[in-house]
């Protein structure tokens, strides 16, 4: 039995969850085992603005992922939005006195870089990213791990969230029940899930383009170089038809899903609700939706554009640009986008494809929720330091948590609410009778090997309580 990863996108139009089981002992085997969609709650624009309602959407489609799998999950991956996300970048280097690259050295570097920068106050460092490593005078070095030499040197990408999104985050996680692992920009983990070796190591700009907001990852070679967002998604598509035409919001989405189109068709009337007054109706040519869908895709690609340009790393991008999420699925994209980014070559990707039970590759919405199960299964950057301050890397050990825990690890469990538990409310209640097993201290043994060291230490104890009788014997006479 694998590890179960639940990555939870949580969306401004719909939050979207994924369960995958992870063997790393079945070549690192990834298979997709449940997933469920919901309408977004409580969120606008990026940012959570009602905690109770988000909470309850969460929960909602976590309950519905779980009956899906019909199994608990281990680790839960949940994304952030770069809405309030800050470019940092840092470097360092350190002396090595074992003249030898190991783990702690690149922790230790990588940490002293992050010392060395300025992060604002109301900031919370998200990811440390390096990009590059240098030993003594050896440059662009992919991995420093067992080299020889004096001096590691590190630059590197930090991703700061302002502190307040992310406690609003972990609230509401908290509050349906769950306990966030880890928490992933939702650009970085829609780059996981899409882009191939060939694009991480030429430079990528890869764009999320979302419900209400579209967030910009521009990826060369081992990681973000750059990220930025721009508040405008599909949602304002819906709007702007709900305008233009003055029909309801809700027949708009309608008329955005089937006429989902950049290229004019041949002309077609139909028929449309006024809104306020679903008595009575109007006729609309097909062309002016188009038209309204055409002018509004176009602004956005523009704008992403102009910050592509004003940011400095344009040239990185000798791979071209990707785009995925819910817009891209709108037909003429990507002629549409080649002409705007001055004919930079545009893929439309879709999540990469893997073990699956259910049908979920197929759609670009769920690049995210997708990235977010492997970015726990270990397919992230080869190092960085994650949310929770801990060093990842590439070849680190993935296994199941250890089952048994000391009886001080117990008391502080049961200490703590119930909610804290990633399994709390997932679980099948327990009637009251059911005795509950007792907790023996030789749970700390769980092999032979660790019995038999135990019994030799034993032996070893009364050889020694002998010799010390003898050897005062032999000192008395």
């Known amino acids: 039995m694998g590890i179960k990863i639940l990555g939870i996108d949580i969306g401004s139009t719909q939050i979207c969850a994924v369960m995958v089981e992870h063997d790393p002992r079945s070549n690192n085997s990834v298979k997709v085992i449940g997933m469920g969609t919901i309408k977004s709650q409580g969120l606008k624009k990026g940012s959570i603005t ?13 309950s519905d ?4 799998a019909g199994t608990k999950f281990d680790k839960v991956i949940v994304s952030i939005s770069g809405k309030d996300a800050k470019n940092i970048d840092c470097k360092d280097v350190i002396n090595i006195p074992e003249k030898e690259v190991t783990i702690k050295q690149i922790e230790r570097a990588i940490s002293s870089a992050e010392y060395k920068v300025k992060v604002p106050h109301d900031y919370e460092i998200l990811h440390t990213l390096p990009y590059n490593f240098k030993v003594d005078e050896q440059d662009n070095i992919e991995d420093p791990l067992g080299m020889n030499g004096t001096r590691l040197e590190v630059q590197a990408h930090i991703i700061a969230v302002q502190k307040s999104a992310i406690m609003n985050l972990r609230k509401a996680i908290e509050k349906a ?24 190591s030429l430079g990528t700009v890869l764009i999320d383009l979302g419900g209400s907001s579209c967030n910009m990852v521009i990826h060369s070679g081992n990681s973000i170089r750059y990220n930025d967002f721009l508040s405008v998604g599909s949602l304002n598509i819906t709007t702007d038809i709900s305008t233009v035409l003055h ?67 344009k040239e990185y991008a000798s791979a071209g640009i990707v785009l995925t999420g819910g817009m891209a699925k709108l037909e003429g994209l990507k002629e549409l986008a ?10 439309i990707a879709r999540p990469r494809e893997f073990e699956s039970s259910i049908d979920v590759f197929k759609d670009p919405s ?3 929720a997708i990235g977010l199960c492997l970015y726990g299964a270990g397919y992230f950057t080869p190092y960085e330091i994650d949310s929770e301050r801990k060093l990842r890397y590439k070849d680190e050990i993935m296994l199941k948590p250890n089952p048994f825990v ?13 909610s804290s538990s990633n399994f709390s ?53």
């Open 406 to 418: 000391s009886i001080k690890e117990l008391d502080d469990n049961a200490s703590k609410p119930v």
């Open 247 to 313: 029909t309801p919001p809700a027949v708009a989405e309608e008329i955005k899903i089937k006429y989902g189109t950049l290229k004019a068709k041949n002309n077609e009337l139909i028929v449309l609700p006024d809104l306020g007054d679903e008595n009575s109706s109007h006729e609309v040519d097909i062309n002016v939706i188009i038209n309204v869908i055409y002018m509004r895709v176009e602004e956005a690609l523009m704008i992403l554009a102009k910050m592509l340009s004003e940011s400095g790393y």
């Open 177 to 200: 029940g769950l306990k966030a692992d880890n928490i992933v920009l939702s650009g970085y983990a829609s780059a996981i899930s899409t882009l191939n070796e060939d694009e991480k």
């Open 50 to 62: 009602n905690i109770e309602l988000a909470s309850n959407s969460i929960k909602s489609v976590v």
């Open 338 to 347: 080649t002409a705007i980014f001055d004919n930079m070559p545009v893929r």
């Open 366 to 368: 769920n690049s995210c």
């Open 65 to 68: 992922v779980v009956r899906v």
């Open 425 to 477: 409310i997932y679980d099948e209640p327990v009637a009251k009778s059911e005795s509950k097993p007792k907790v023996e201290l030789d749970l700390k043994i769980d092999d032979n090997s660790d019995k038999s060291n135990l019994k030799s230490n034993m032996n070893l104890d009364k050889v020694n309580s002998v010799s010390k009788i003898v050897n005062y014997l032999k000192n008395l006479f």
